[in-house]
């Protein structure tokens, strides 16, 4: 009996054993199993990350800029479709050529396949055709002009024949016939404002008509004029029907130009499609690059779940792991895959700064490096539109902006201020004397002296050529005055070293201070430029007061 029970508590313990060990056996089965889950999720960030990085932000990156070019190749055909004058084809069609250029270095670098290498040759030969077209339309329609203002000369050439005329008897004889001549001169007008080659044609055989009429009324013409009547005649008739006559031009204008209308409108077609495709091809690797963002996402949070199964069967092991990669890994990742997902909405993100050694962090950089490029632009672009190129100060329209504001400001606080009006005297004569070159070395060393002359809270800008101007904060007249002499005669002292002969200048300067009754910067600019011009007009070099404060 005690044998018995011996024997069913060991039994029945050691049925225990075997399934304690049997869920030991799947917990470990299923720990292996979501540790190769994990390891799996990991290698597919890694693909993931490496695409974006290697292939689509530069792909992303590189369709953007060739959308682009082809954007501004469809512009610059508009230009030319509608240029009306030389030298705006000429600047188009430059234009037209730098885009091509461009384009085809893109392709160079992505390695495009033939096909569109052979759309973008086909675009550029239709678009040569299409200029050569533009460039004969222009050249007729500069004939067709010129032809049309002979017309004045016949006119005149009617009133003059008139005028000469002072029996009544002959004039009354005579006037069915000027009647006539007049009648087909504003016919011959009205080509010019027809559109269609049928009205042109039509009129042409309306002049036939009339000007067979008008060699019948020439028979009634006194025999004393009848020599200038014939004659007048004949120019009119080879004014009309010669080979470069006006009817022959009209012809060839209306034809021309509905032949460039029709080429521009088939011309604009087939660079419009070749955007349109190009930009599905586009947004087709955006939305490849979005999805894989999603992707990545997805991913992520599945990773997230992982850990959180292990966090729950408690092994302290993969708590630490999944701290880990949460931080390392997942926090990361979503910071980029919004980044990734904002930059291709056209959002605008914080930088982000993520260290490391890995893909992600190359990633990073790739996104910084990029936000840095673009706002290092931006500043330039800044400050290329607020600084003159050749001196580097401000230039008309920053130096206008900043005194019109401290003119508002000196007029709240009721504070003085003075302007100066600066010009360089003689400058054409240097430019025409010693070359552009030489003058704009002097522009850049007077710009610099005047510059340096002044305080550090002071405005200093060109206006425009050698002019220049100066606003003096919180100064009077007298200190004006001083001012602007000291600057003059800093510039009387300056020599300029060129090629073994040396070239001074001087400088005349306008004085006006701002007035309690004067609300705006242009007032006070207009004295001190008047002021600025006596200086001209009472021997150049030196320095004159506007009258509003000599009085």
Request: hydrophobic fraction near 45%; proline fraction near 1%; glycine fraction near 4%.
């Amino acid at each position: 009996m005690i044998n018995s029970i011996k024997e069913a508590f060991i039994k029945k313990h050691a049925s225990i054993a075997v399934k304690i060990t049997g869920v030991l056996t799947a917990m470990g089965a299923a720990l292996t199993l979501i540790s190769l889950i994990a390891l799996f999720s990991f290698f597919s960030f890694h693909v993931v990350i490496k695409e974006l990085s290697e292939r689509s932000i530069p792909d992303i990156i590189h369709g953007a800029n060739f959308i682009d070019h082809i954007s501004r190749l469809m512009s610059e055909t508009e230009r030319l479709a509608s240029a009306s004058v030389e030298p705006e084809q000429r600047i188009a069609y430059k234009n037209i050529k730098q885009e091509f250029n461009e384009i085809s270095h893109l392709l160079n670098i992505s390695e495009a396949d033939s096909r569109l290498s052979e759309e973008v040759a086909m675009i550029r030969s239709t678009i040569e055709e299409f200029n050569t077209l533009v460039v004969e339309r222009i050249r007729i329609f500069k004939a067709s002009e010129e032809q049309f203002l002979q017309l004045f000369l016949f006119t005149e050439n009617l009133l003059k024949l008139k005028q000469e005329i002072q029996d009544v008897d002959t004039v009354s004889k005579l006037e069915p016939w000027l009647s006539k001549a007049m009648e087909i001169i504003n016919n011959m007008r009205r080509i010019k404002s027809v559109k269609s080659l049928y009205k042109v044609n039509k009129i042409r055989r309306s002049l036939v008509k009339d000007f067979r009429a008008l060699q019948k009324l020439s028979l009634s013409v006194p025999n004393k004029l009848k020599s200038r009547v014939l004659d007048f005649q004949d120019a009119i008739n080879i004014f009309l029907y010669s080979v470069d006559g006006l009817v022959n031009v009209s012809i060839k204008s209306k034809s021309t130009s509905l032949q460039s209308a029709s080429r521009a409108n088939f011309t604009r077609n087939l660079v419009e499609d070749f955007r349109y495709s190009n930009l599905a091809k586009f947004n087709t690797i955006v939305s490849l690059a979005a999805k894989r963002s999603n992707e990545l996402g997805r991913g992520v949070q599945v990773l997230v779940y992982i850990f959180v199964v292990i966090l729950v069967v408690g092994l302290l092991g993969v708590i630490v792991i999944i701290i880990h990669f949460r931080r390392n890994i997942v926090m990361r990742l979503t910071r980029l895959n919004v980044s990734i997902l904002d930059r291709i909405a056209g959002r605008e993100t914080e930088p982000i700064i993520i260290s490391g050694a890995d893909e992600i962090t190359d990633m990073a950089q790739s996104f910084a490096y990029y936000e840095n490029e673009v706002s290092k632009r931006e500043d330039k672009l800044k400050e290329m539109a607020m600084r003159d190129v050749l001196t580097g100060v401000s230039n008309r329209r920053h130096f206008m902006e900043q005194a019109e504001a401290e003119t508002i400001r000196s007029i709240r606080y009721k504070n003085d201020m003075a302007v100066l009006m600066i010009d360089i005297d003689f400058f054409k004569h240097i430019n025409d004397t010693y070359g552009h070159h030489v003058g704009d070395i002097i522009l850049a060393d007077v710009a610099s002296i005047l510059n340096k002359g002044l305080r550090d809270e002071d405005l200093f800008g060109r206006i425009g050529g050698e002019e220049f101007a100066a606003v003096l904060i919180e100064s009077n007249i007298e200190e004006a005055k001083v001012v602007s002499e000291r600057l003059r005669h800093s510039i009387e002292s300056y020599v300029l070293n060129n090629d073994g002969f040396e070239l001074k200048c001087t400088v005349s300067i306008g004085i006006a201070k701002l007035d309690e009754n004067e609300r705006v910067f242009n007032d006070v600019m207009k004295r001190a430029d008047e002021a600025l011009y006596e200086s001209k007009n009472n021997g150049r070099n030196r320095t004159t007061v506007s009258t509003l404060h000599t009085l």
